[in-house]
């Protein structure tokens, strides 16, 4: 029985899980369900290195251009939507087929979900409006301070995180860390759970560079310029924070040199695969397959029919 399947695949960015996923799905009764908390948005395709329309129409993917990149989307929104998506997709006699980086909808997916408040764009606002005056060190400190359960589990570099733990604090009076225990209940199906993590790390990091130099071939700029000047978006939102899209907004800005952005923002996209693979590598109940192998592609494969049938 296929009923009750779903299939996972967890890689870091650039590291061929499109390409894999893509080839999977000619094969199998297979629908795509997007991993990817920058793809959720509308108009934020290239540097999201999201698929062309054309590659959609043949390979369709769930969960992608969901909302507006004006809008705030959280994992407790992807762990209600992938939920319908999933069902929809059995009821047609399909395989879920999940396929990202954001490791943190896949730990909801998987753990379960705290029961916390919304997000509320006004006291975001304000907490953005407390870093650029005063610094996310700043911020971390009075994490520190009123919730040091959650301050020692957060990097002082992670604007995210601590923007989400102070703005939970602040609408609910209790530190972040005491929803964690409030969980709603992980996905119940039987799970394929493949890992993409590659031998170099040498030869991801060159790929990394090497496709956000294509991005800005393809456009880049001029995207994040259109996507600024409609919609009342700016540098602000949590889609122009993104890894990518915060660089080239500091250069359309005037705060650095298209140069120093591509620097930047290659620097960026490595310390997120290096937090990628540390999780990979904390998740035990992952097969893991070398993509750098010239036999992984065959190793998926064997993998995934060994578990359909």
Known sequence: MMENKIILLKGPTACGKTDHASKLVKNHPLEIISVDSVMVYKGLDIGSAKPTSEELKL??????????????????????????????????????????????????????????????????????SEAAANGWAKLHQELQRIDPTAAKKIDPSDKQRIQRALEVHR????????????????????????????????????????????MLDQGLVSEVEHLLSKNSLTSFHNSMKSVGYKQICDFIENKCSLDEARA????????LAKRQLTWLRSDTDSLVVDPLHRKSEVDIEGRVSQFLN
């Open 59 to 128: 390979c369709p993917h769930h969960l992608i251009d969901v909302c507006e990149p004006t809008e705030n989307y959280s994992a407790g929104e992807f762990y209600q939507d992938v939920q319908r998506v999933m069902q929809s997709i059995i009821r047609k006699g399909k395989i879920p087929f999940l396929v990202g980086g954001t490791m943190m909808y896949f730990r909801v997916l998987e753990q379960g979900i705290s029961q916390l408040p919304s997000a509320n764009p006004t006291v975001r606002n304000q907490i953005d």
């Open 264 to 271: 930047k923002a290659v620097v960026a996209t490595r310390r």
């Open 171 to 214: 609408i609910t009076g209790k530190p972040i860390s005491s929803f964690h225990g409030e969980r709603k209940q992980p996905i119940d199906y039987q799970r394929l759970n493949l890992s993409l993590v590659p031998s170099k790390r040498d030869i991801l990091y060159k790929r990394i560079e090497n496709r956000f130099d294509s």
